[in-house]
Every structure is written in structure tokens, then in C-alpha cells.
């Protein structure tokens, strides 16, 4: 599987339910934009959600969350 995801097991965590993303979550600055891409480099996002989407049909519970994502 992509991104050891294979290895995972359940966890309990709260969320938010009325948390929303907006542009005001993205990195605003030339710093934070470049730490974003340093953190971010190598991961591709579509596949990233693609595999958690197809987590989803495994795990139904983390199905709010990964679309919020996506």
C-alpha cells in the first residue's frame, strides 16, 4: 500500500464537525510557503487522497475527515 498505511490501527480522536478550510489555513507568507513545500516535498497529493478515499471503504468512520480533505 501507499504511504504505510498498512500498518495503521483505529484511533479515537474528536474533530470538529463545523471546522471548515478556508485560505486563511494555507501558508500566507513566502516562509511559510517555502516550509510547506520543504514538509511537503516528494508527496503527491492526488494519490495521497486517492489511497485515503479508497481507506474509506475500509474504515467508513474516517470518511468525514478524509473528505473534508479531499
Known sequence: MCF???DT?????L???KYD???????QTEAE???Y???ANGIHYLSLVGSL???TQM???IQFVVSLVA
Do not use: E, G, H, R
Open 4 to 6: 504505510n498505511i498498512q
Open 9 to 13: 490501527s483505529p484511533v479515537a480522536t
Open 15 to 17: 474533530f470538529t464537525v
Open 21 to 27: 478550510l478556508t485560505l486563511s489555513n494555507s501558508p
Open 33 to 35: 510557503k517555502q516550509t
Open 37 to 39: 513545500k520543504d514538509y
Open 53 to 55: 478515499l479508497y481507506a
Open 59 to 61: 474504515w467508513p468512520n
